[in-house]
């Protein structure tokens, strides 16, 4: 029904930035919460941004606000994360999420999952 797929991801050098994009297929896309969740390799997945179904509201774990945004483009149907100063501990694989409900989002309860998009940061 939903088909999320993630770009963008790529090598950079401590401090700098790149900007992550999630594009969505399916007519539920307009109604439904979008974030973003990262696994390092040996590490449990983390929620990382979220973004409510009217754009309104945003969500970002502690390690990452003030550095990271979040948007989405219901006419384009895609979600995207901005990174900004970034850290070598923010290397990790970058997966794209979509749900009918926000809360159940930033509790890691996604509906739909996509295929990852490596990021990583180098010191």
Known sequence: ???LVESG???VQAGGSLRLS???SGH?????AMGWFRQAPGKER????AISWNGVNTYF??????RFTIS???VKRSVNLQMNMLKPEDTAVYYCAAGPVTGELLRGECKYWGQGTQVTVSS
């Not at 983390?46 to 941004?49: D, G, I, L, N």
């Not at 774990?61 to 003030?66: C, W, Y």
């Open 1 to 3: 029904q939903v088909q």
């Open 9 to 11: 991801g790529g090598l």
């Open 22 to 24: 999630c594009a969505a």
């Open 28 to 32: 539920t896309f307009s109604t439904y």
């Open 46 to 49: 983390e929620f990382v941004a």
């Open 61 to 66: 774990t502690d390690s990452v606000k003030g």
């Open 72 to 74: 989405r483009d219901n």
